[in-house]
């Protein structure tokens, strides 16, 4: 299995998948890595597979998807942190597939909500999906900003820090926009989402990749 943080830099959006099933090799460590992330977050993530109804529509075509048949929905009930959790657990499940061979792409929109595909308990709702599968490319990374541009980062900076930062850089946001900003106060970091669609997502992928990135855990969040 690939290291995560090999998975980190090689994850690129991919939107065009392969008729390639998905085998109880992956499936397995996949429904494993959903449990756990259900158990310490609250939310109820499920993995669907060999669903083709969700991408045929006019939104995913317009999206540029095709051949998306398994995905990851992202379902909770609204609480204070709901976003910020469906961020963080939904990259950490978007790294597990990149570990196992697979390809991912974070669709806030670009799909049609299938009830059957899943189930809602009251008062839950699906936030949004990840697209899984065998990618007919691996994707290739956008520009974006510099870590001087989201950080303070800086010639003093420890190098877990500077690794952190770069970790964040890379991960996806809406319309690529990286709204968000890491400072570094002491041994800790401020961690702040800006103004934009689904700014609060965003923050949470950014802080699974910060720690991966970082080998920090949880803990460094001031």
């Known amino acids: 299995m690939l290291d995560i943080l090999e998975a980190l830099r090689q994850r690129h959006s991919v939107r065009q998948y392969l008729d390639t099933p998905l085998g109880e090799d992956v499936l397995a460590p996949l429904k494993e890595e959903v449990e756990q992330c259900n158990a310490q977050s609250g939310l109820n993530i499920q993995l669907v597979i060999d669903e083709p109804q969700a991408f045929d529509c006019m939104l995913a075509h317009y999206g540029k998807f095709s051949g998306v048949r398994n995905y990851f929905a992202l379902i909770g009930a609204k609480q204070d942190d709901f976003d910020e959790k469906v961020g963080y657990y939904g990259q950490r499940l978007a790294l597990k597939a990149q570990q196992l061979g697979l390809n991912t792409c974070w ?3 670009s799909y049609k909500k299938v009830p059957d595909a899943y189930k809602l308990s009251k008062g839950e709702k699906v936030a949004m999906v990840i697209a899984l599968g065998y990618g ?3 994707g290739k990374p956008h520009n974006g900003k ?3 541009d989201v950080s303070n980062v800086d010639a003093q900076s420890p190098e877990w820090f500077r690794r952190g930062v770069e970790g964040a850089l890379m991960a996806p946001t809406a319309m690529n926009q990286q709204k968000f900003t890491l400072t570094l106060d002491g041994d800790k970091v ?7 669609f689904y700014a609060t997502t965003d923050l949470g992928i950014v802080k699974y990749n910060f720690e991966v990135a970082s080998g920090k855990d949880s803990s460094v969040w001031a």
């Open 146 to 148: 510099s870590a001087e």
């Open 107 to 109: 669709v806030a929109a």
């Open 190 to 196: 401020r961690a702040k989402a800006g103004m934009g």
């Open 136 to 138: 007919a490319t691996a």
